[in-house]
Nanobody, 132 residues
Framework: QGQLVESGGGLVQPGGSLRLSCTTS????????IGWFRQAPGQEREGVSC??????TTYYADAVKGRFSISRDKHTVYLQLNNLQPEDTAVYYC???????????????????????????WGQGTQVTVSS
């Protein structure tokens, strides 16, 4: 089973930027879609972004469109966070999509939000805190 390790979180002021990394091991990254989720205290885990590695289809939640950007290299999926706001404060997790990549791409084209139930092999998370 694949393993994921998140890093790159921290404390930033409103308007600041961070780049989160999801480093993968034990599986070929190009064979799976990878999702980024976040969870704030007392709230449900929310799907933020997803990259379908075969074909490059991407998903962004409405709350982060135009501010967050997902990308990858051979073993790492990155989430660039720009213009951060206090409401972005959360623990950010990455996970492996259990759906075939074609099925995920189709859901993205239909505008479907990410469900944490479709993902597994969660990393330990990285804390992002946005505060002045």
């Amino acid at each position: 089973q694949g393993q994921l390790v998140e890093s790159g979180g921290g404390l930033v002021q409103p308007g600041g930027s961070l780049r989160l990394s999801c480093t993968t091991s034990g599986f070929p990254l190009e064979h799976f879609a990878i999702g980024w989720f976040r969870q704030a205290p007392g709230q449900e885990r929310e799907g933020v972004s997803c990259l379908v590695n075969s074909g490059g289809t991407t998903y962004y939640a409405d709350a982060v469109k135009g501010r967050f950007s997902i990308s990858r290299d051979k073993h790492t999926v990155y989430l660039q966070l720009n213009n951060l706001q206090p409401e972005d404060t959360a623990v950010y997790y990455c996970a492996i999509d259990r759906l075939p990549q074609g099925a995920r791409a189709a859901k993205i084209r239909l505008g479907e939000a990410l469900s944490s139930e479709d993902f597994n092999s969660w990393g330990q998370g990285t804390q992002v805190t946005v505060s002045s």
